[in-house]
């Protein structure tokens, strides 16, 4: 069946540096990817997408680009501010699916 | 646009006892999903609904029933509450399956003792 696999963490970085918080996945044909922040005591917020391959999903500063080959997903982001402290999550939802399905999350806190 | 509202935000169960968690949303989206998430994990799909009158199992039903009269509300029922459905509860909406993505309400907090 689908499946994420997420970067273990927690990840501790020091403001302005490079986040990269990997995610590979297992699905047949071409499913949709997606990153999802959750900031302490809030639900999930959807923070980016990608739909087909080799398409980059970006907001806030972050971006992730969607990988058939490699499949990954990895998220990324130039210089991280303290506000970015919260827990990812990538999902994946199957060509066809009704559901999502998660990486088990990684926590990133950012130290000014 | 209030998006997906969940109630309670928080909630202390005794063993046995039963609850409904409330959710709606105004977005007239037709799907819905409720997830737990359990302290340092991912989320697990409870149920999931397509329509209104339409309701389907996910990864951990066992414990949890859901009704689906209206576009707009989606409830969640534990009866006979035990310690192990101590969770945070997400409900979520989406216009269509896939690629649309989902939006999430802001969670329940249940503690069972």
């Known amino acids: 069946g689908n499946s994420v696999t997420q970067m273990e963490g927690p990840v501790t970085l020091s403001e302005e540096a490079f986040l990269t918080i990997n995610c590979t996945y297992t699905?047949?044909?071409?499913?949709?990817l997606f990153w999802y922040v959750q900031y302490p005591g809030e639900g999930l917020q959807l923070l980016l997408k990608?739909?087909?391959?080799?398409d980059k999903g970006s907001n806030k500063g972050f971006e992730a680009t969607y990988r058939k080959e490699t499949t990954s997903f990895h998220l990324e982001k130039g210089s991280v501010q303290v506000s970015d402290s919260a827990v990812y999550f990538c999902?994946?939802?199957?060509?066809?699916?009704?559901?999502?399905?998660f990486g088990q999350g990684t926590r990133l806190t950012i130290n000014p | 646009n209030a998006g997906v509202t969940q109630t309670p935000k928080f909630r202390i169960l005794k063993i046995g006892q039963s609850m409904t968690l409330q959710c709606t949303q105004d977005?007239?989206?037709?799907?819905m999903y409720w997830y737990r998430q359990d302290p340092g994990m991912g989320l697990k799909l409870i149920y999931y609904?397509?329509?209104?009158?339409?309701?389907d199992k996910g990864e951990v039903p066992n414990g949890y029933n859901v009704s689906r009269s209206t576009t707009e509300d989606f409830p969640l029922r534990l009866e006979l509450a035990a310690p192990s459905q101590t969770s945070v509860y997400f409900c979520?909406?989406?216009?269509?399956?896939?690629?649309?993505?989902?939006?999430f309400g802001p969670g329940t907090r249940l503690t069972v003792l």
């Open positions: 609904s397509v329509g209104a009158g339409i309701t």
């Open positions: 999902a994946l939802s199957g060509q066809g699916a009704q559901k999502l399905v």
């Open positions: 990608a739909t087909k391959a080799d």
């Open positions: 977005m007239n989206h037709n799907y």
């Open positions: 979520a909406s989406s216009y269509s399956a896939g690629a649309t993505g989902q939006f």
């Open positions: 699905a047949t044909g071409y499913p949709s």
